[in-house]
């Protein structure tokens, strides 16, 4: 069982930056891949960035490369996303989300995470 837990969510100005901490815990956690997702006001929740769990290898939301960056310390059990030259259309709850096979993830976007943290909001404005 893994438990995830986001935080560093808020209102930030266009151009600004924010990173976003997922805590895990659950001793397997570092076998996992780690991802962001998020969901806009009215919008789907949508794929942001995924991490293998040796943190070796990511992937994005093509959109995205360039601003944003997907890191984790599995010594501290934290993944994060770090968020660059924001824009009002980024504003959305980011949700934290944890799944057991990298190439799953990567086919099948959030049907392919297993557990999921609760979110956190992100608020950019213009």
């Known amino acids: 069982q893994v438990q995830l837990v986001e935080s560093g969510g808020g209102l930030v100005q266009a151009g600004g930056s924010l990173r976003l901490s997922c805590a895990a815990s659950?001793?397997?956690?570092?076998?996992?891949?780690g991802g962001w997702f998020r969901q806009a006001p009215g919008k789907e929740r949508e794929f942001v960035a995924a991490?293998?769990?040796?943190?070796?290898?990511?992937y994005y939301k093509d959109s995205l490369k360039g601003r944003f960056t997907i890191s984790r310390d599995n010594a501290k059990t934290t993944v994060y996303l770090h968020m660059n030259s924001l824009k009002p259309e980024d504003t959305a709850v980011y949700y934290c989300?944890?799944?057991?096979?990298?190439?799953?993830?990567?086919?099948?976007?959030?049907?392919?995470?297993?557990?999921w943290g609760k979110g956190t909001l992100v608020t950019v404005s213009s």
């Open positions: 991490i293998s769990w040796s943190g070796g290898t990511t």
């Open positions: 659950g001793r397997t956690f570092s076998t996992y891949t």
């Open positions: 989300a944890a799944g057991r096979y990298y190439t799953d993830v990567l086919v099948r976007g959030a049907d392919g995470m297993d557990y």
